[in-house]
């Protein structure tokens, strides 16, 4: 590799937002026909990096971007696309009432007369799609699709037009296993086709896979390089937090020795389409799993339970009460909170401070509490929770929108925590998270089910839901088709979920 040219090569990069440095210097080579996967903390600059990269920031003065052996300045977006440059956002950026074909050719239509010619753009993005191995037509509405065959548009739209530079900022968040397998397999096929693909993740397990070399990022600076035969989970944990990270956090509190009473009941649950009825127990103190496919309605439930959704059936019972939430207000007055899997759209005020967003959850649990977002009680209060799940702002004046990925987790997780809940439904919360804020997290949820709370945790992580929980529920299709843990017998394993997730195994009756 050592006589060749890198296809990219990023040189002493800095970046200043205001007063935060988010990259003092950082360089970066890819070469042709590799994956190469960045990684680092929350806020380490990822996505800032790759941000410039495709023309949306621009740099400090003093960098340097060559693709291909060329200098090349990278003012915004088309100049990106004209060097070669494709990115996917996690917000992806399609038309949504434009067909495939429209998308993938937006700016390049074929127009006759002023019309366009969908045959003549169906005939020229067909091949693409064909050769990607997808499942939908050039005339389909993109409206129609679900997330992971969007993404697989951008990628055709990357293809066509001729990228020779692939970003991906953390793609696999919100896909199955069985669609992260689908892009897994283009991925490689590009790779095989010379392109070089930048793969920002945070899971370990994908990195090892997928990845030819790994570049880490640690507080805006460059850390490093492995190659495939250096990687390691010990190697990128030092490299990331730049420490050993002792042992990862265990499970902490025993709820079969120490189970409270039964906190909250739901019967019946469901909504006529996607859930029927649905019924669970939680106890104080317990961390009830909640596991499934993507699609089992696992998410559908919780937002039943909550009142976010309308119901065709179901009651629920906190505390002895019957609080059947008409809206989540209710839920929340109740003191039943529930963490959304969409913090983008449903969760964080964006352009509200991170101080107000944490002390929002004051007001939603005493109206008295409005007018107060800025006192000295809410400078207080922020300042404990920025410490508590080391939010990593300078200071909490910043706007949420601000921030990386999974410090806007952190900041949502806080502001419900100041609802002090009864019980707490967290929807995939370390989602987007690093390695060292998701320990922080399962400490939380241990030290909260500790305090006696009752914590539901819907996970697509099996690890995760074998590591947190004492008890795991498992839907299938809309029901609860099974349970392992607690008083079952049956110990908690990924073999165990798995089995009844897929029909293998009927599991115990719930
Ligand atoms: N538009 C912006 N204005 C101000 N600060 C910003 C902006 N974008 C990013 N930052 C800051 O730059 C730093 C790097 O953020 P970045 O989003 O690149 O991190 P990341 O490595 O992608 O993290 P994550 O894994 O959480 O996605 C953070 O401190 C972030 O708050
Ligand atoms: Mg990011």
Request: glycine share 10%; hydrophobic share 45%; charged share 25%.
């Amino acid at each position: 590799m050592t006589d060749a040219v890198p296809i990219l090569e990023m040189r002493n990069i800095s970046k200043t937002f205001a007063t935060i440095k988010a990259l003092s210097g950082v360089s970066l080579r890819v070469w042709p026909g590799e994956v190469h996967a960045l990684m680092g903390e929350n806020g380490a600059g990822k996505s800032t990096l790759m941000k410039i990269l495709s023309g949306a920031y621009q740099a400090d003065e003093g960098g340097e971007i060559l693709i291909g052996g060329r200098a090349v300045t990278i003012k915004g977006p088309q100049a990106a696309r004209d060097a070669g440059v494709a990115i996917i956002y996690q917000e992806l950026a399609l038309a949504p009432n434009l067909t495939v074909a429209e998308n993938m050719l937006l700016g390049r239509e074929h127009a006759r007369g002023g019309i366009l010619d969908r045959r003549a753009m169906a005939r020229e993005c067909a091949p693409v799609l064909q050769r990607l191995g997808v499942t939908f037509g050039p005339a389909t509405l993109v409206a129609d699709l679900s997330m992971a065959e969007r993404q697989q548009v951008e990628i055709a739209r990357a293809v066509h037009a001729r990228s020779r530079i692939l970003v991906m900022d953390e793609p696999t968040t919100s896909l199955s296993s069985r669609e992260t397998e689908a892009l897994f397999a283009i991925v490689r096929q590009l790779r095989s086709e010379g392109m070089a693909i930048i793969y920002i993740s945070h899971r370990m397990a994908e990195v090892y896979e997928l990845s030819d070399r790994v570049s880490v990022l640690r507080d805006g600076t460059f850390v490093g390089t492995l190659n495939r035969e250096e990687i390691s989970a010990e190697a990128l944990v030092r490299m990331m937090v730049g420490r050993d990270l002792s042992s990862f956090y265990k499970k902490d509190h025993d709820a079969h020795m120490s189970r409270g009473p039964v906190i909250l009941s739901v019967r019946d649950m469901g909504d006529g389409k996607r859930v029927h009825g649905c019924s669970l127990e939680l106890h104080q103190g317990e961390v009830l799993g909640l596991a499934g496919l993507v699609g089992a309605g696992r998410t559908e439930l919780a937002r039943l339970i909550y009142g976010a959704d309308r119901r065709a059936s179901g009651t629920v019972v906190l505390d002895g009460t019957d609080i059947t939430p008409k809206l989540p207000q209710d839920a929340i007055a109740a003191g039943l909170v529930y963490l959304t899997e969409d913090r983008k759209h449903l969760g964080l005020f964006l352009d509200m401070t991170v101080r107000e967003n944490i002390n929002l959850g004051v007001i939603a649990r005493d109206s008295r509490g409005a007018g107060i977002l800025n006192g000295a009680a809410a400078r207080a209060r922020s300042a404990a929770a920025v410490k508590a799940l080391s939010i990593r702002v300078s200071t909490d004046m910043v706007n949420v929108g601000a921030l990386s990925g999974g410090n806007q987790q952190k900041v949502l997780l806080s502001r419900l925590l100041e609802c002090k809940p009864k019980v707490l439904i967290l929807d995939e919360p370390t989602r987007g998270v690093d390695i060292g804020a998701k320990s922080e997290i399962y400490r939380l949820i241990d030290d909260l089910a500790r305090a006696g709370v009752g914590v539901i945790v819907i996970s697509s992580e099996l690890p995760e839901i074998v590591g947190v929980c004492d008890r795991v529920l498992v839907m299938r299709e809309g029901v609860i088709a099974g349970e392992v843990g607690g008083t079952t017998g049956t110990p908690i394993t990924q073999e165990a979920i798995g089995a009844i997730a897929t029909g293998a195994s009927h599991g115990l009756a719930a």
